[in-house]
């Protein structure tokens, strides 16, 4: 069944490959292979930090999908075209959100669809990561429908969505990313390529970091106002 639904995308990608403007669906082919949550083509978002590869991510249901050591290329048109590369499967990304499973079942995860995410673009704290994905709700929603579970409720959690939209906020000033929340232990710390910058980034940090809360703490609150909360709680429930 889903080799079928495959087969159909990337017949209309043919059909459809000389047309400017074209339906997502047409947007398919090797170069933007399908979501694993949700089958609709994968699209480039942003470099990830300290060039250490590329994100994508899916306009249907928002999962990010990141490739790691590939940088942009450009092509004898001079515009950035992606490598190929493979997005893995709905095992794969349920593999990785098992990960954040929490005692009660429920799964915690930094959400890719957050404000955060929208304004820091390429400094947002969940592209510094050894991971392969980073998930929204409906991306979660998606990907257990298949082993018939429903998400019941997403709760954001407040104090890390203020925490990461705080780091997110430095790492856009920074040559590494997640410099402090690294250090902590509560994010994936992307190190500058040079010591002269690694030592630069503290003194960054320490500058940045009281204008940072001052715009974090509000914009996060309106982030959560809006559904758009930095960091969720997915309950699950066996249908
Ligand atoms: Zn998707």
């Known amino acids: 069944m889903e080799s079928e639904e495959l087969t159909a995308q990337y017949a209309t990608a043919t059909l459809h490959v000389d047309l400017p403007k ?17 089958s609709e083509p994968l699209f480039p978002w942003v470099g990830m930090p300290v060039g250490t590869g590329i994100a994508h991510r899916c306009e249907s249901c928002g999962l990010g999908v990141l490739v790691h050591g590939e940088k942009f290329r450009f092509g004898s048109d001079g515009a950035e075209t992606p490598y190929r590369y493979d997005p893995g499967t709905s095992e794969d990304a349920l593999r990785e959100l098992d990960l954040g499973r929490e005692e009660d079942g429920s799964i915690v995860f930094d959400n890719r669809a957050s404000l955060q995410g929208w304004v820091t673009g390429g400094a947002w704290v969940g592209l510094g990561t050894e991971r392969r994905y980073c998930f929204t709700p409906e991306a979660v929603t998606r990907l257990i429908a298949v082993r018939d579970q429903v998400v019941t409720k997403v709760r954001w959690r407040a104090l890390r969505g203020i925490a990461t939209m705080w780091q997110s906020g430095i790492n856009m000033f920074t040559f590494g990313q997640n410099v402090v929340l690294g250090a902590l232990g509560k994010a994936h710390a992307v190190e500058a390529d ?3 910058k690694r030592g630069l980034d503290w003194f960054i940090s320490a500058a940045v970091a009281i204008p940072a809360i001052i715009a974090a703490v509000p914009l996060e609150l309106i982030g959560i106002l809006f559904r758009r909360g930095g960091a969720a709680r997915a309950r699950i429930q066996v249908l």
């Open 22 to 38: 074209v339906p997502l669906e047409a947007g398919a082919g090797p170069e933007n292979p399908p979501c694993p949550a949700c």
């Open 194 to 196: 040079r010591p002269w």
